[in-house]
Structure formats: C-alpha cells, structure tokens
T-cell receptor, first 115, second 112 residues
Framework: GAVVSQHPSWVICKSGTSVKIECRSLDFQATTMFWYRQFPKQSLMLMATSNEGSKATYEQGVEKDKFLINHASLTLSTLTVTSAHPEDSSFYIC???????????FGDGTRLSIL | QKEVEQDPGPLSVPEGAIVSLNCTYSNSAFQYFMWYRQYSRKGPELLMYTYSSGNKEDGRFTAQVDKSSKYISLFIRDSQPSDSATYLCAMNLNTNAGKSTFGDGTTLTVKP
C-alpha cells in the first residue's frame, strides 16, 4: 500500500516553456503533499507544502509565481514550473501523507532538463 | 548547527556485514522517526517508521530510537549488494505543519 505515482519521470523542454508535473496518491487520500527539489548528491530541499483545498505554503527563497502548486483533490497535486530556464533543471520529487501521524510516501521523481 | 545530523559516509562494507547508520538530533520535540532508502535517480522509499523509544525490527532491518540521547540508528543485518543506496533519516514534530526534517544522507556500498 501507500503508493505515490509521479508523472512524467523525465522531461526535456526548451527554455521559456512551462512544465507541469503530476503527483497522485493511488491507494490513500493525501491530506498533505510536499514538493522537493534535489541536486546531484545532495539531500532533499523542501519547496512547498500543500493541503487539499488550501494554498500551498512555500519555503523561504522559493518563488511562488515560478513554481505553481495546485492540490485540488485528496489524490492529486500538480507542480507547474513556469517559463522554465536552464537553472530550473533538477530532480523534482513529490511526497504524500494521509495524516499527521503517518509518514510521507514519495513518488519516483521527475528529471527536468531545460535546454 | 543543523537540527538533524547524519553520519556523512560514504560507507563501504563487504557483503554479509552488519551495517549501522546513525543520526542525532537537537530538538527534543521530534515525535516520529523514519528511515528512507533512496536509489540513484529514484524517490526515497520508506523503510522504517517509529514513534517511541526502543527497537523495531522488520526482516534484516532494525530501527532504534533513544529519545533520551536524541539518537536514532538503523541496523542492516546480512547486508546485500542490493542494499547499496543512500539512506536518509527523517523526523517529524507532532504539529499540523508536520513537515519532516531530513538528514543529509549516508551513501552505502555493499561489495560482493
């Protein structure tokens, strides 16, 4: 149980385009979802926390207008990287949690490459 | 100083060895403790989840929590090459925010 599906797993696009990444909890309802960014050989960097039906809470230094997060249902959250540039290239990972007393479960990540 | 400090590694052991991975933390309010395994280019996978001090065993894995010393460990018995990965400790406060604080990870290589 506790499967989180993230799509796409890899995307390459031109500078200036917007990219949407989906995160779905397949067998549980996720009251909270998290979005992370990870650079090679570094730990996870939390970007934002989203609760279903509420606006996302962004970590300090993360641009809200750049990284749009929508958590419209208990099983789906999306991250849209708007007007992406090469410096946005990274590994983006989502996670989902059913309740406060339960652990997060992660998707398999999305490798984003901006040319 | 970071809230969670994890032994940096890297760690290299022969197949069959017992592996000990460790984290210390400074915030005594942490209530929930997790260990994740992350293979290269994949998302972290939950291995162990504990709430109280003591030991929790699952197959070859044992998680140990010592709240009085603010110290957690993950032991891997009979290590296998497939255990080669980065291991992340994580912990949560018991609040509505509830975001996890992660260690920086320890990279383990088990050599055949």
């Amino acid at each position: 149980g506790a499967v989180v599906s993230q799509h796409p797993s890899w995307v390459i696009c031109k500078s200036g385009t917007s990219v949407k990444i989906e995160c779905r909890s397949l067998d549980f309802q996720a009251t909270t979802m998290f979005w992370y960014r990870q650079f090679p050989k570094q730990s996870l960097m939390l970007m934002a926390t989203s609760n279903e039906g509420s606006k996302a809470t962004y970590e300090q230094g993360v641009e809200k207008d750049k990284f749009l997060i929508n958590h419209a249902s208990l099983t789906l959250s999306t991250l849209t990287v708007t007007s992406a540039h090469p410096e946005d290239s990274s590994f983006y990972i989502c996670s989902a949690r059913e309740s406060l007393s339960l652990p997060q479960h992660f998707g398999d990540g999305t490798r984003l490459s901006i040319l | 100083q970071k809230e969670v400090e994890q032994d940096p590694g890297p760690l290299s052991v022969p197949e069959g060895a017992i592996v000990s991975l460790n984290c210390t933390y400074s915030n005594s309010a942490f209530q929930y403790f997790m260990w994740y395994r992350q293979y290269s280019r994949k998302g972290p996978e939950l291995l162990m989840y504990t709430y109280s001090s003591g030991n929790k065993e699952d197959g070859r894995f044992t998680a140990q929590v010592d709240k009085s010393s603010k110290y957690i460990s993950l032991f891997i018995r009979d290590s296998q090459p497939s255990d080669s990965a980065t291991y992340l400790c994580a912990m949560n406060l018991n609040t509505n925010a509830g975001k996890s604080t992660f260690g920086d990870g320890t990279t383990l290589t088990v050599k055949p």
